[in-house]
Every structure is written in C-alpha cells, then in structure tokens.
C-alpha cells in the first residue's frame, strides 16, 4: 500500500531550517514532496506571478525550489508535479515567526495553505515564535501528529488550519478563534548615500489585543494555538444593512450625464 503523498512549503525558503524539521517530520507520516521558493518570500501573502515565467529547480530528493512566491509553488507543486497523483495534504512552515491574528492577510505561509486550501488540499499552517533558545521541536512535532489525524479526520472543504507555537516549552493545546494583531502603520523615510530618499512600511512593533480565547492570549500563555480558518470571507451579520444600502443605487442618480457628442 502506498503512503499518502504530504506536500510541504514555506516563504522562509527553500533552505530555511524549518521547512527542513517540518519535512522530517512528516516523512514519519508520509511520502513528503518538498517545493519552496528559492529565496525569503515572507509577507507576500496570496500574490502569484503572472507576468514572467516560473523556473524550478530539483535541489535533492523530492526537494524543488521554485523562483516565485508560495502560492506559485503551491500550484506548480500540486497542478504540474504530483498532477498524476495529488497530495492528501499540504503543510507550509515552520516559518520562522508568528502568524497571529491579522498576519493571515500577509503571511505567504498561511497564503500558501489558502491555496492548497482552494485547490481541495487539506492544508495546515505552522509558525514558530523565535525567542532566544527555542527550537523547532514542539512545532515539528504537532505537524506530524495534527497530520496522522487529518488523514483519518479530514478538514471541511474549504477550511484549514493555523497553528503557532510558543517559543517556551508549551503548555498544552488550544483551540481557538483569529485575534486582532495591526502593525503600527508607520512609513518610515531615510536617505540612501546619494540623497535619494527610501521607504520602510510597516517598521513599528505589531500590537495586539490579548482577549481570552483568541490565538494571542493562548500563545502569550505558551500554549499550541490551534484556529480553523475558511475561505468564505462573507460578514453575513452585515447582508441586511448592506441590502438596505445597495436599495438606494436603484433610485434616480443625483445627477445627469450629458452623452451627446460634440458635432
């Protein structure tokens, strides 16, 4: 009987440390396929590459790098190398960081589960808090057990999983809802040698709010913080207002156009 084909990926890199773990330790659980870029590609969130080719590039055993951004190895690993046999699941991480409450929007690590995600993948997310003396080790570890469990108990299509770890020895696990987490919406300017000014977006510390329940308060009490995402973006408490709203485009405009054409 053939082992259940896992395909894994990150925005960290083809080389990062925890793409390396989270394959090793899926490889316990079964036959991991490796496709990542081929350089840092973190916050690029669910951007695909339309304007110019894709180049890949075996490195090692079922291990490819890929010139674009997670989303393009994700189609490119599961549309074009395993076309003949899809993955049963997709894994990308361990990044090296968190990805908390409104990171989801940017991480190209959950982007890339998203994708999986669209394409009937069941897919997980994994991050890693970096603080000085941590390991991969709890964060490899869920992978494959959180792995062994999906293949028995699969995702509802359309959702997936987000998970981050604390960078202590955790507690535990929790389940439980996206928190709210901004960074300072600063625009940093500087001057390069030549007097031409640059610009970092961003450069502020992210702040969150730590409400119980959320995937902020759980790693901040270094627990597993486990959150089911889904892909319907709806505000469904919202339908009713915006109907009364849309209403009002049905009434007369508040001016009018003159279309003639000038003889």
Not at 82 to 106: A, C, H, Q, W
Not at 114 to 123: A, D, M, Q, R, Y
Not at 159 to 184: C, E
Not at 199 to 214: F, H, S
Request: hydrophobic share 40%.
């Amino acid at each position: 009987m053939s082992r259940p084909r896992i395909i894994v990926t990150n925005d960290d890199g083809i080389f990062s440390e925890g793409i390396e773990r989270l394959a090793a330790s899926l490889a316990t659980v079964g036959d991991v396929f490796t496709v990542a870029p081929d350089q840092e590609r973190s916050a690029a969130g669910h951007s695909l590459t339309l304007h110019h080719p894709l180049r890949a590039k075996l490195i090692g055993p079922q291990r490819w790098s890929v010139d674009g951004t997670p989303t393009d190895c994700v189609n490119w690993g599961v549309l074009h190398l395993l076309k003949d046999e899809r993955p049963k699941l997709l894994f990308s991480g361990i990044n090296l960081g968190l990805n908390l409450g409104d990171d989801v929007t940017y991480s190209g690590t959950v982007s890339a589960a998203f994708e999986g995600t669209l394409i009937g993948i069941p897919s997980v997310a994994v991050s890693q808090e970096i603080e000085t003396g941590f390991t991969f080790d709890a964060a490899a570890d869920i992978a494959a057990r959180l792995a062994r469990l999906l293949l028995v108990h699969p995702l509802k299509p359309g959702t997936l999983i987000n998970v981050n770890v604390p960078a202590g020895s955790p507690r535990g696990v929790r389940v439980v809802r996206q928190g709210r987490r901004r960074y300072g919406e600063a625009v940093i300017e500087k001057t390069d040698p030549r007097g031409r000014p640059y610009y970092w977006i961003g450069a502020t510390p992210p702040e969150g709010m730590l409400e119980q329940g959320t995937d902020l308060s759980a790693v901040d009490e270094n627990y597993i913080s486990v959150t089911p995402l889904h892909l319907d973006l709806t505000h469904y408490d919202s339908l009713s207002l915006v109907e009364a709203i849309a209403a009002r485009l049905d009434e007369a405009p508040a001016f009018e156009t003159d279309v003639s054409k000038p003889r």
